[in-house]
């Protein structure tokens, strides 16, 4: 399963939401069963962002983990394939740019927004592979990943994104 | 430094002697397998013990760079040519490191921050080693190994602060430490005397397992914490 280019990747950081990106939230939150209209939180910096995900979110991960454990009843990926490995380090790559760019050095925050990236791509290729459409949660969270977005999740009654 | 001129590529590793291949082959594979090991057994599954998101991508993270070591070492396995049966974890009983049962988070980061060390040391000795793509490929994954131990030993500081989970750091290192230095493998080696006379490694594993013991005694001693007394083997 093809991936796309990680050329986007970060580059939209703290802008603005658009009409389409406010569309994939709405219809991500929907897909996954939750509350399509929660207020959305635009986080501002690397900081802020760091702040919120240290926060626990598993009322929201737990959702997204059944639906990752039900793809995997029908599709199983290798961790290990090198194509996928070439992929996961570009997306590293593209995280630490954006970081740097911004005056953020913390190679912990870079990690984790690169691990970020690594499981929505993985998501996403599990969706795929199980035959879903574009109105899947994971092909709809990984249109604001690959176009420049970091999604946080859900935190309490808002969602979260950088 | 290694007396043992460099062997810089693999075209020349096929000129060497038959007894210095197969030292080399032992170390590649058995660094292919703990790689592969560590990533399906520690890593992975601990992305789920995770507490915030960011612990989890963190996480999920270093599982990738652990696969992708792996991934490096098999690849010059291959080039060299280890049976791909002989890469197989269905063929090979893994170190008892690898049995420990992954239960909880604090656990996991008592893994990375002791485990890891054991894996840092293990590196260490192929930093200088005579087979310039097996020296390479240490060189390659030591700056991300020592970012995974102290990942552990950050997450450890975190959680001795709250003393119910200071307490589980402590259980979780009195339960995984005991089996650390046998990785080290058996003092008086014959193995490791072939790597040293080859130049491949530097140390005798009574070496490294004594330097293991004195770097983890320091990093726990830092969480006020202690180590259970072992007995070392002679």
């Known amino acids: 399963m093809r991936v796309e280019s990680p050329e986007a990747w970060f580059c939209a950081l703290g802008e603005a939401l658009g009409q389409a990106e406010e569309a994939d939230i709405a219809a991500y939150l929907a897909a996954l069963g939750l509350a399509a209209r929660l207020p959305t939180l635009v986080v501002a910096s690397w900081s802020q962002a760091a702040e919120i995900a240290r926060t626990p979110a598993e009322r929201w991960w737990s959702v997204e983990e059944a639906e990752r454990a039900r793809l995997e009843r029908v599709a199983r990926l290798d961790p290990a394939d090198r194509e996928w490995l070439a992929l996961t380090d570009a997306l590293h790559g593209a995280a630490a740019v954006a970081a740097a760019r911004s005056g953020c050095a913390d190679q912990g925050l870079i990690r984790a927004a690169a691990g970020a990236a690594t499981y929505a791509a993985h998501q996403y290729r599990l969706a795929r592979d199980a035959g879903a459409g574009d109105e899947h949660p994971f092909v709809r969270k990984y249109a604001l990943f690959s176009g420049g977005r970091w999604p946080l999740g859900v935190y309490g009654d808002r969602f979260a994104i950088f | ?234």
């Open chain 2, 1 to 234: 430094m290694s007396a043992y001129p460099p062997v810089k590529t693999v075209e020349e590793f096929f000129k060497q002697p038959a007894e210095y291949q197969d030292a080399v082959r032992k170390i590649v594979r058995s660094h292919a397998l703990n790689e592969l090991y560590g990533a399906q057994v520690f890593d992975e599954p601990a992305i789920a013990l995770a507490p915030t998101p960011y612990a989890k991508w963190l996480t999920c993270r270093v599982a990738m760079e652990e696969y992708h070591h792996h991934v490096r070492f098999k690849e010059l396995a291959d080039q060299i040519g280890v049976k791909p049966e002989a890469l197989d974890t269905k063929n090979k009983r893994p170190l008892n490191i690898f049995e420990f049962p992954l239960k909880t988070w604090e656990e996991f980061c008592v893994i990375k921050m002791l485990g890891d060390l054991a894996e840092i040391l293990q590196v260490e000795d192929l930093l200088h080693c005579s087979f310039v793509p097996l020296r390479n490929i240490a060189r390659t994954t030591m700056p991300e190994e020592k970012f995974h131990a102290q990942f552990g030993a950050d997450f450890c500081v975190d959680l001795v602060e709250a003393p119910e989970s200071r307490a589980r750091v402590q259980d979780a290192i009195n339960r995984f430490y005991p089996e650390a230095p046998k990785f080290f493998g058996a003092s008086g080696s014959k193995n490791n005397e072939l790597y040293r006379k080859y130049g491949i490694k530097l140390r005798k594993n009574e070496e490294m397992r004594a330097d293991y013991i004195a770097r983890a005694k320091d990093i726990v001693g830092k969480l006020e914490l202690e180590l259970p007394e072992i007995a070392v083997a002679a």
